[in-house]
């Protein structure tokens, strides 16, 4: 399939989904309604942290107009001695996320829900419930979680056998690292500080969940897995999950943050308990203040390299900031900020740190930005301090085939050091930067960055409707273009035109089960078991023709949407188009269709280099991206535009985090920015276009080659904002967001 | 509390609804009208996911009370494709994959429908500073702006002239 003959894989078709999308018909989770429908409402701590003593709703509930009230009492609670894992997350945490248990450990914190038949008497009831809480210390930044004197947030933490905010350890190693050292020409060795952010999805969270009087529950919202919600929202309610059904409404970006729930277990409890359906969306300020957002973080990375370039030895230390249960991402952080390198010796260490802030959420690469961010600052003073062209340093030292990562594998065939290459020979990289308007100051700089990607579970169907056209249904809700793409190899597969396929998206009674649209595994995974699917259906058809010619299956072809036999020998019949077997279907057998599930495995790690020009306004310390263009590896472009458009999403993503998103916490530990106009996300006068090069170095253990393409841009543009800032003003900023007042600071200290 | 009584335009089509004199045009939009293409993004004006217009002029109909739609037209996304096909904006935005999630779609076409409608043939940075009201996080932008540019090219029935630097 990787040749260049393919009619389909490739094309930049209209994606299935993309007329209901643009004219606003397309059902989001908040767009749902019901007849009887009432709302619910979250009453959350206003302390960071506080010992809840009691919660008094008899008021609330003597509102007229108020169906039901929930409590912690109403959560399933999980005991603290032993994991509850599902996937990645511990269901203790997330029982303790959803709902305040014993304490309120974030200002935001969930403490009691209600549901009214509007929402502002559900407004009115939260005033009405009284919760009397002993406030206690609180605590927000790494260092101050880590001081011996710290407020403890859970008893529970031991860390080297003490009372401790370590939730837990990662170390990677290997070779050995002192001996590195010895070795190294040059060793530069810097401590870097980033900033909490958040995903910044549009759409807020939303659900509508009617519990019948059975029990049966239906559960429509907006999430990156309709089986993770299902599966975690029977564990928090008790419920089986044979009763719970939960459709994937479309979704309006999660970028990992929508890979956990919040609202469902409410909304299910309340439906429950009133006899109605319930609806909940949260607002922009409670999405800020109590969904997501990932670590902010502080790291010590050293490298070490000889006179003519060689990296020798890195040792990497890394903080992140949980959030108030254990969690944060430095697997990400400690496995993929060297992994792109041949270095010999090595040893990156994680420290997962919880404080008084909300949990944090998947973030695009989790972890991986805050750990190339770092990393890829220090190589850019090794190449500095060598001499050497940042490009030919990281091509020089470029992972490759049969290189041995520190974080455990040995690479397959990988095309970062196309990457690279193409980044030298790109007119971007050999254009001059020009002459800044005065008062002004321009640079250039590179970085490179990894992410592991994943397989795992997922199951398609693959039916031939009556009238021999294609319906494709898998179980991955689709964030980006999914849908395209596999629209796109279905047609390839089958040989027909890829308007003829229907691409949809089951929901957890109609489709078997699949993992979490999460890992830039959705288009790797499905389009295996759609693959395998189609090829099913392909033997199917064969055999029919076969069947109607009365000759042997083996000597019939499948070529352009139709049957014929395979040579003049195998007998002279016209051929059987997809549209003829299937009106012959009853006849030669039944409904043609064929479901596959699967675990996948096989999905390697995905590489980018990026370019970014920016011009600083010296007098106000505006930092502004003039040129960005990012090169990655990505295995196979199925839809190329949707591949650009993961490549320029993520650069984007990756500028705002390094220029201007930061959580800004008060003295009591309040979010005082939570909201788009002080959250400041990139808008669109602010960037410039966004170019992305794919380079196509297929993955050998994929039937289209493709690699997952949607976490890796945002692992590169911190450093290589960073690196290009201290190109224009040849000074090093070691904390993010380098924002006009930091930038001001920078200047004039 | 007694609802007011609200004679109004919508997509050229009259309409009458009732609504609490705090409502805003958004929730009687999303509500009572049905119209949910209009999408609720953060509530204050600031991502621009609720873009509609009031007598053709762009506003964040999250800012608006609905009793002030009492005699005049408004203009949402369901309104903007014709019973026989999609404006080109609309045609434009999917075959040059100008969307991802879908979520600040209805909005940033209300946009760029007023932008063009005031000025056909905007440059690159004309056309960011008239969506700058809009937050997409999918997309960085860069197809939205093309796919803007093409468009307002095709409508005067010229070609666009991409910016430089960029194939």
Same mark, same amino acid.
């Given at each position: 399939m990787n040749d260049m003959t393919n009619k389909w894989i490739g094309q930049r078709t209209i994606r299935p989904d993309g007329a209901e999308k643009v004219t606003g018909r397309a059902a989001y989770a908040a767009d749902t309604t019901m007849p009887g429908m009432i709302w619910g409402k979250v009453l959350r701590s206003p302390h960071a942290h506080a010992v809840i003593r009691s919660i008094d709703t008899a008021k609330a509930e003597a509102l007229p107009g108020v169906k039901a009230v929930v409590t912690r009492a109403d959560i399933v609670d999980f005991p603290l001695d032993k994991p509850v894992m599902l996937g990645i997350q511990d269901m203790r945490w997330m029982s303790r996320n959803v709902m305040a248990r014993e304490k309120a450990l974030f200002h935001g914190h969930p403490v009691a829900a209600v549901a009214a038949t509007s929402e502002s008497i559900a407004a009115e009831a939260l005033r009405l419930i009284e919760v009397e809480y002993e406030v206690l210390p609180h605590v927000i930044e790494i260092d101050d979680a880590l001081r011996p004197d710290a407020p403890i947030l859970h008893d529970f933490l031991r860390f080297e056998g003490k009372p401790s905010n370590i939730a837990g350890k990662l170390e990677h190693k290997l070779g050995n690292i002192e001996a590195g050292f010895a070795e190294a020409d040059v060793v530069i060795e810097r401590s870097f500080t980033t900033r909490p952010v958040h995903q910044g999805y549009i759409e807020p969270h939303a659900c509508l969940v009617s519990v019948a009087a059975d029990g049966k529950t239906t559960i429509w919202s907006s999430s990156q897995g309709q089986f993770m919600v299902r599966a975690m929202t029977a564990l928090l309610t008790g419920l089986p999950q044979s009763d719970i059904r939960a459709i994937p409404a479309e979704i309006g970006g999660g970028f990992g943050g929508k890979t956990i729930i919040y609202l469902e277990p409410l909304a299910t409890l309340l439906s429950k308990k009133s006899g109605r359906p319930v609806k909940m969306v949260m607002s922009r300020e409670e999405v800020m203040r109590a969904s997501g957002p990932t670590s902010g973080s502080k790291s010590t990375v050293k490298i070490g390299a000889t006179r003519d370039g060689r990296l020798v030895a890195a040792q990497g230390t890394f903080w992140l900031q949980a959030g108030a249960l254990p969690g944060s991402p430095i697997r990400g952080a400690a496995g993929c900020g060297f992994a792109p390198y041949t270095i010999p010796n090595v040893v990156a260490t994680g420290f997962d740190v919880v404080s008084n802030r909300s949990k944090v959420a998947a973030y695009r690469a989790p972890g991986a930005p805050i750990g190339a961010y770092a990393v890829e600052c220090v190589i850019d003073e090794v190449a500095e301090a060598l001499g050497m062209d940042p490009l030919e340093l990281r091509l020089k030292n470029a992972a490759r085939q049969g290189t041995k990562a520190a974080h455990g594998p040995v690479y397959p065939r990988i095309g970062f050091m196309e990457t690279i290459e193409a980044a030298q020979a790109h007119p971007h990289y050999n254009t001059p930067l020009g002459e800044a308007p005065a008062g002004r100051l321009r640079g250039r700089g590179v970085a490179s960055g990894f992410w592991f990607n994943a397989g795992g579970e997922s199951s398609a169907q693959v039916n031939i409707t009556e009238d021999g056209n294609v319906v494709v249904t898998t179980g991955h809700p689709d964030i980006g273009g999914s849908r395209a793409s596999i629209a796109n190899i279905t047609a390839e597969l089958l040989g027909i035109d890829y308007k003829r396929v229907s691409v949809l998206i089951g929901d957890t009674a109609t489709i078997g089960y699949s993992n979490l649209t999460g890992?830039?595994?959705?288009? %790797?995974?499905? +389009?295996?078991?759609?693959?395998?699917?189609?090829?099913?259906?392909?033997?199917?058809?064969?055999?029919? +023709? +076969?069947?109607?010619?009365?000759?042997?299956?083996?000597?019939?072809?499948?070529?352009?949407?139709?049957?014929?036999?395979?040579?003049?020998?195998?007998?002279? %019949?016209?051929?059987?188009?997809?549209?003829?077997?299937?009106?012959?279907?009853?006849?030669?057998?039944?409904?043609?269709?064929?479901?596959v599930q699967l675990n996948t495995t096989g999905a390697e790690g995905g590489f980018a280099t990026h370019l970014c020009d920016v011009e600083v306004d010296v007098d106000l310390g505006i930092v502004r991206v003039l040129r960005y263009t990012s090169f990655q590896d990505v295995g196979r472009a199925v839809h190329p535009s949707y591949v650009e458009g993961q490549m320029q999403g993520g650069a984007a993503q990756g500028i705002g985090w390094a220029l201007n998103e930061e959580y800004i916490y008060d003295r009591q530990g309040r979010v005082e920015n939570a909201g788009f106009l002080d959250y400041r996300m990139p808008v669109c006068s602010d960037l410039p276009m966004l170019d992305a090069v794919m380079i196509e170095v297929p993955n050998p253990k994929h039937p289209q080659g493709v690699r997952g393409v949607g976490e890796v841009p945002l692992v590169p543009p911190l450093a290589a904002v960073a690196n290009a800032v201290h190109d224009a003003l040849g000074k090093r900023f070691y904390a993010l967001p380098m924002s006009p007042p930091r930038v001001l600071e920078r200047l004039e200290g | 509390m007694a609802k007011i009584h609200v004679t109004t335009t919508v997509n050229g089509e009259p309409v009458e609804f009732l609504c609490e004199p705090q409502q805003s045009m958004l929730d009687v939009l999303r509500g009572p009208l049905g119209l949910t293409g209009s999408k609720e993004g953060c509530g204050s004006g600031d991502c621009g996911a609720c873009s509609i217009t009031l007598d053709g002029r762009l506003i964040c109909s999250c800012? *608006?009370?609905?009793?002030?739609?009492? @005699?005049?037209?408004?203009?949402?996304?369901?309104? *903007?494709?014709?019973?026989?096909?999609?404006?080109?904006? #609309? #045609?434009?935005?999917?075959? *040059?994959?100008?969307?991802?999630?879908?979520?600040?779609?209805? @909005?940033?076409?209300?946009?760029?429908?007023?932008?063009?409608?005031?000025?056909?043939?905007?440059?690159?940075?004309?056309?960011?500073?008239?969506? &700058? @009201?809009?937050?997409?996080?999918?997309? @960085?932008?860069?197809?939205?702006?093309? &796919?803007?540019?093409?468009?307002?090219?095709? *409508?005067?029935?010229?070609?666009?002239?991409?910016?430089? &630097?960029?194939?």
């Open positions: 890992g830039s595994r959705v288009l %790797f995974a499905s +389009a295996m078991v759609v693959t395998q699917s189609a090829e099913k259906v392909i033997t199917s058809l064969k055999e029919r +023709a +076969a069947k109607i010619w009365k000759i042997d299956p083996e000597a019939v072809a499948w070529e352009n949407g139709e049957a014929r036999p395979v040579s003049e020998n195998a007998g002279r %019949f016209p051929p059987l188009s997809l549209a003829e077997l299937a009106a012959r279907a009853t006849e030669t057998g039944g409904p043609i269709g064929a479901g | 800012l *608006m009370l609905a009793v002030e739609a009492e @005699g005049h037209e408004i203009g949402t996304i369901e309104g *903007m494709a014709s019973g026989d096909g999609l404006h080109p904006l #609309q #045609q434009k935005f999917l075959e *040059m994959a100008a969307l991802q999630c879908g979520i600040c779609t209805p @909005g940033v076409l209300i946009a760029a429908r007023a932008l063009l409608e005031k000025n056909p043939d905007p440059t690159e940075t004309e056309v960011r500073f008239g969506l &700058a @009201g809009n937050l997409c996080r999918c997309t @960085g932008y860069d197809k939205i702006v093309r &796919a803007v540019l093409e468009t307002a090219a095709e *409508m005067r029935g010229a070609k666009a002239e991409m910016p430089e &630097a960029v194939r």
